[in-house]
């Protein structure tokens, strides 16, 4: 119903935020942010940077807190193989005959409005 749409619509623009500030983050730390929130079918990449010669292939998990536990902990096995396959299919529909490439996981924790957003980078977790 309608309390369900507006938790959806919250966490969506939770997401959003993170994926901002991630992709701030990441040009800050002279990462080339080339593509945001690419879709195909086997699922969605959330940032495609390039970091020297390197492709990365950037996973970002928003939270608000760490009731849940820590934002990486929601990279599973499952989504690593997932983002395998997308980074093979964004490779393919680019023609980047990549040979350095890499998945990254960005977690950004925005705990409200009086505190700064805490933001972690793990390089290379594929």
């Known amino acids: 119903g309608a309390a369900q749409t507006q938790v959806m ?8 935020t993170g994926e901002e500030l ?17 879709r195909c079918p086997q699922g969605e990449i959330d940032l495609v940077a390039r970091d020297g010669t390197t492709l990365v292939i950037a996973e970002v998990k928003t939270r608000s807190s760490l009731d849940y536990g820590h934002p990486f902990e929601a990279v599973s096995a499952a989504k690593l193989s997932r983002l395998y396959l997308l980074a093979a299919a964004w490779m ?32 290379g977790i594929l």
Not at 9 to 16: I, P, Q, T, V
């Open 22 to 38: 991630a992709a701030q983050y990441l040009s800050a730390a002279g990462y080339d942010v080339i593509e945001r929130n690419w």
């Open 9 to 16: 619509k919250a966490k969506d623009l939770l997401g959003r």
């Open 92 to 123: 393919r529909e680019h023609s980047a005959g990549q040979r350095n490439w890499r998945v990254d996981a960005v977690s950004v924790l925005l705990p409200g409005t009086d505190q700064p957003p805490v933001i972690e980078h793990l390089k």
